[in-house]
């Protein structure tokens, strides 16, 4: 598996093989390529200790009906995760739920 390094503001192209088919996906910044990653998978399983207070832009007109999306993060023991990172959870699940019919499953 490669890697691709994301710089916002300059755009950087990824070609995938899914499905049996090459996909490109091209992006400038680091939610372009989880929304075009999201919209052709079956499944999605993110791995982040950053979270977006408000996940709203990443769901946004996105067709996941049906699909299975999964998050894994972290909180650090002390400080303002264990204060901001409950309500960024609630917005991931409420928000993931509402596009794919299902409540998904965080770890």
Same mark, same amino acid.
């Given at each position: 598996?490669?890697? &691709?390094? &994301?710089?916002?503001?300059?755009?950087?192209?990824?070609?995938? +093989?899914?499905g049996g088919a090459? +996909?490109? =996906?091209?992006?400038? *910044?680091?939610?372009?390529?989880?929304?075009?990653?999201?919209?052709?998978? *079956?499944? %999605?399983?993110?791995?982040?200790?950053?979270?977006?207070? *408000?996940? $709203?832009?990443?769901?946004? /007109?996105l067709e996941l009906? %049906?699909?299975? =999306?999964?998050? =894994?993060?972290? @909180? +650090?023991?002390? /400080?303002?995760?264990?204060?901001?990172?409950?309500?960024?959870? +609630?917005?991931? $699940?409420?928000?993931?739920?509402? @596009?794919? /019919? *299902?409540?998904?499953?965080?770890?």
């Amino acid at each position: 598996m490669g890697h &691709v390094l &994301v710089n916002n503001g300059l755009e950087t192209s990824a070609t995938l +093989r899914v499905g049996g088919a090459s +996909r490109e =996906i091209r992006f400038k *910044d680091h939610l372009s390529p989880l929304r075009q990653l999201l919209s052709i998978c *079956d499944a %999605g399983l993110l791995e982040a200790p950053f979270l977006y207070s *408000d996940f $709203a832009e990443l769901f946004a /007109g996105l067709e996941l009906r %049906g699909k299975k =999306i999964e998050l =894994i993060t972290s @909180a +650090r023991p002390k /400080g303002d995760d264990q204060l901001k990172k409950p309500y960024a959870l +609630r917005s991931f $699940a409420s928000l993931a739920e509402s @596009a794919t /019919g *299902d409540w998904p499953a965080i770890h």
